[in-house]
């Protein structure tokens, strides 16, 4: 199977972070979680009591590890209100300037912290996730989020008739024409990761979700590891290292983002995911596709095999 798509590829531009393109020609940016259930920052969600110091910690780390490996990355912020997702990002842009989500599952509250966004003037460094086929009124939403100024969302692909790689692209057939109304500047699919193994279910549907619309896509491998993680019990957890490390590598290599789940992951994520980018790299390379111009983690990690591939 061919590398290259016959179809052009849609780069996006998400406060200055690159998304999308011919395979190898931008790293997999990492959407990393932070304030989600069970994270240990968390001292009372209620009180909007966090562990402040280690946070901005974790995210200063996320910044060390992209600038030495070349892995863009971006953090989503998990709220169940909208005033809740208000403390979050006043903290979270009082401590960087990279760009950041939004992970509300209820349109309307995900609606009124996109609200908040806007009165920050923070919307090209937002993104809007996500447009899901579970949305009651997908038009209403589309037409309030265009007029708030939402520049980049995320689309998420999935069928509940037809849970196969197929099935990513017919949902996406549903809802792009809506979600194209709003005119946004970027639009990016997630294929929705239903479990451990069916990961290849999604990665299936990428490359299917690239071949027709061109578009960046990417999944949540994250959902399908820490899945099993509950299932093979705390006793077992070098086993879910191990694993988790190994399935974000395989998506590196067919997604143009990836959801790796709490930033407690950084230090197996990072290594993983730029081993697996450099060696795709390499592949692409032999199959004529260029090497990546900006930053990446072949040029930075590896540097004597890019001068000996350029030699060539």
Known sequence: MALKFAREQKVCNIGGIKIGGQPGENPPVLFWNMFQKGDVLLKSRKNREF??????????????????TGLPALVVMVANTADEMAVWIDFYTSVTDLPFGVDIWKADVRMEATKYVAEKGLMDRFLYNSITPWDEDIPGQVAAIKDMGVKHVVVQAFDVEDMGPKGRVSALKKLLPMVEKGNFESIIVDTAVMGLPLTAVSLIGNRLVKEEFGLPVGCAPANGTYMWKKEIGPENVSRFVAADAAMEAITAIESDFIFPGPMTALDRVYPAVAAAYSMFTVKAL?????LPSGPNPLSLLFPDVVETLTKK
């Open 51 to 68: 562990d402040r110091e280690t946070a901005t910690k974790r995210i200063h780390e996320m910044e060390r590890w992209s600038k030495e």
């Open 286 to 290: 032999d199959e004529g596709l260029p």
